[in-house]
């Protein structure tokens, strides 16, 4: 069989109550991954820390309980921020296989490599553990999820690339150029090094699915038929030495979108590069916080504030000329849900800290609670 490049992202799967990311849907979850198998693809990418650390689980569940092994390829990762030393690592490492129900893993990751990791990495020889691992037989593949600045890659390649088969990098059309994200001179150094390349966020946490108005008639005026995801995962997969683009579904119209694009993919010609850059224009000149809602953030803060849900509300505002009682509303009822207001940030920096995205989150809290927390309309729990 030939193949794929889609891969399915387990980070965001149905879940029957929004406000807990452990209740699986799992009636649909079965049946998107069902029909993602059907239409000829079969990796599937998940991750210690998904979902409030159940992801694996689920995916033992809703997959590996139900197809035989060599049916599907599974990924997951280690979670950098949480081992503590190289004996963690042994018994995160266990844990991960009970968790998903498998003897080994296709394909495995350092999750979420940066400079705040990095040392502590290299102190506790993660990248020799990962190689170990491979040679017992545990992982086929090994490589590493990167969130950093192009020169700590090449740092980490020249060092390291000799433990490491693939990495993961953030690619797409907005993020080409970014200066916090750097796509194009990171995909760059992986080609230089050899290294295949799997694409994380190709869509910028949806970013790319909801575009503005002119943009989207951009892409409609030149293919009426084409979905807008479309563009940004063939975007991502025109790239040298991509072998895989990971999309986080969670609706089978996402699924028969995706699905779709990949089995008939056509990598984009110059005439498509040009309509993208003209996308990529509106849309930066719209975004005023490149939040990807990965929630990475979430996890440390002490005041429990929901900094992905007010960033997009945030983004949301700015893209209205009018009134925004709506986000309002959800602004509200998100604090009466037991999370911090954005002016009861402490400061603490933890959330910047673990954002991959390399965001001035507490500055952009300062302009939500400006935002959101006004005296003539902010009357919950003062
Ligand atoms: S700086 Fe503010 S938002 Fe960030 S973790 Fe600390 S309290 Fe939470
Ligand atoms: S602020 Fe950063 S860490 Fe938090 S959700 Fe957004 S991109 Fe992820």
Redesign the pocket.
């Known amino acids: 069989m030939k193949e794929q490049k889609l891969g399915f992202g387990c980070m965001r799967l149905p879940v029957l109550d929004a406000s807990d990311p452990t209740s699986f849907d799992y009636e649909m979850i079965e049946r998107l991954f069902d029909r993602f198998l059907e239409q000829g693809f079969t990796y599937f990418d998940t991750a210690y820390t998904y979902h409030g650390y159940q992801a694996e689980k689920a995916v033992k569940k809703a997959l590996v309980d139900r197809y035989p092994r060599e049916r599907f390829v599974l990924a997951t990762k280690m979670p950098l921020r949480d081992f503590k030393d190289g004996e963690d690592l042994e018994r995160i490492f266990a844990e991960q296989l009970e968790n998903c129900g498998v003897d080994y893993f296709d394909f495995y990751l350092l999750h979420n490599m940066g400079h705040n990791v990095y040392d502590k990495c290299c102190k506790y020889h993660a990248f020799d553990f990962v190689k170990k691992k491979k040679d017992e037989g545990k992982i086929k593949t090994v490589g590493m999820s990167f969130h950093d600045m192009p020169e700590l890659l090449e740092e980490i390649l020249e060092k390291y690339g000799d433990r490491l088969d693939f990495v993961q990098l953030q690619i797409n059309y907005i993020d080409w150029e970014q200066p916090n994200v750097q796509s194009r001179r990171c995909l760059e150094i992986a080609n230089k090094y050899q290294k295949p390349v799997i694409v994380m966020e190709p869509c910028k946490g949806g970013t790319l699915v909801n575009v503005p108005k002119e943009a989207e008639e951009l892409m409609k005026a030149y293919h009426p038929k084409d979905s807008v995801a479309s563009w940004a995962f063939r975007f991502a997969a025109s790239q040298k030495g991509v072998i895989r683009v990971l999309s986080g579904m969670n609706s089978m119209e996402q699924v028969l979108d995706n699905t779709g694009t990949f089995q008939n993919f056509k990598p984009l010609d110059e005439g498509e590069y040009e309509v993208i850059r003209k996308v990529a224009e509106i849309i930066n000149q719209k975004t005023a916080v490149p ?8 996890h440390g803060c002490p005041k429990k504030i929901a ?2 849900q007010y ?1 997009a509300l945030y983004n949301s505002v700015m893209l209205t000329t009018g009134s925004f009682s709506s986000q309002q509303v959800y602004y509200n009822n998100t604090v009466l849900n037991n999370h911090g207001k954005a002016s009861e940030c402490v400061g603490c920096g933890k ?1 910047e800290q ?4 390399h ?1 001035p ?1 507490r500055e952009y809290l300062e302009k939500v609670k400006e935002k959101f927390e006004g005296e003539s309309i902010f009357t919950v729990r003062k």
Do not use: R, V
Request: proline share 11%; aromatic share 12%; glycine share 0%.
């Open positions: 939040c990807t809602a990965c929630e990475y953030c979430t900094i992905p960033f959330c673990a954002c991959p995205q965001l989150i």
